[in-house]
């Protein structure tokens, strides 16, 4: 079993639709990343977060630490958000451990 | 600034050959990182530097070797590639040492060992 696991794997949404992607992680963890691989292969970071819950703009990341999962919401989603959303938890030293990642797509 | 930078984005070699990926950063950032992406794998740690002068194995590292040779420079070097290095390659840095601290990627290499 992965250390790290996704949920859906694979995800279609019409625009405006809330999006909701699933993390669940097994074991102790000091901080869980969400990040964004775009079309064209490029990943940046969106959130860094250990507890509650984090907001930039449409996109909201929250983590419950003693069920040791993390979701990560899209409020009115657009096709632009289309990409593959990627869950990571940093276990030990400089080490993170990356999930296998959401494939999204957002239809017009 | 342009972040962390790669080169090159594209490479073929043959089964064998040799070559280095290049990567540097202009963020002052101390911590630098290599990952391997794998078709249904996750990302996977193969070398990182939490500082400069200091270099140390990930999870993946065999067939590999990383010279840190400055703060800004992160090189990964496959001194004899095989098939099973296909992949895309993508260096990373951080501020501080450790993975609770925001990661930032470069653009990827995309290396393919015939």
């Known amino acids: 079993k992965n250390e790290v696991e996704q949920s859906p794997q694979n995800l279609t949404a019409q625009e405006g639709e809330f999006i909701t992607i699933n993390c669940s992680y097994s074991v102790g963890i000091s901080a869980l990343h969400w990040l964004q691989q775009h079309p064209g292969g490029g990943i940046v970071s969106l959130f860094m977060?250990?507890?509650g819950k984090k907001k930039h703009g449409r996109l909201i990341a929250t983590i419950n630490i003693q069920e040791k999962h993390s979701s990560l919401h899209i409020t009115a989603s657009h096709p632009r958000d289309s990409a593959v959303y990627i869950c990571a938890v940093a276990t030990s030293g400089s080490r993170l451990t990356f999930g296998e990642g959401t494939q999204l797509t957002v239809n017009p | 600034n342009a972040g962390v930078t790669q080169t090159p984005k594209f490479q073929v070699l043959k089964t064998g050959q040799s070559m280095t990926l290049q990567c540097a950063q202009d963020?002052?950032?101390?911590?630098m990182y290599w990952y391997r992406q794998d078709p249904g794998m996750g990302l996977r740690l193969i070398y990182y530097?939490?500082?400069?002068?200091?270099?140390d194995k990930g999870e993946v590292p065999n067939g590999y070797n990383v010279s840190r040779l400055n703060k800004r420079e992160f090189s990964l070097r496959l001194e004899s590639a095989a098939p099973s290095q296909t992949s895309v390659y993508f260096c990373a840095s951080s501020e501080i040492a450790g993975a609770s601290d925001t990661q930032y990627f470069g653009p990827g290499t995309r290396l393919t060992v015939l």
């Open positions: 977060l250990s507890s």
């Open positions: 963020m002052n950032h101390n911590s």
């Open positions: 530097s939490a500082s400069e002068g200091t270099t």
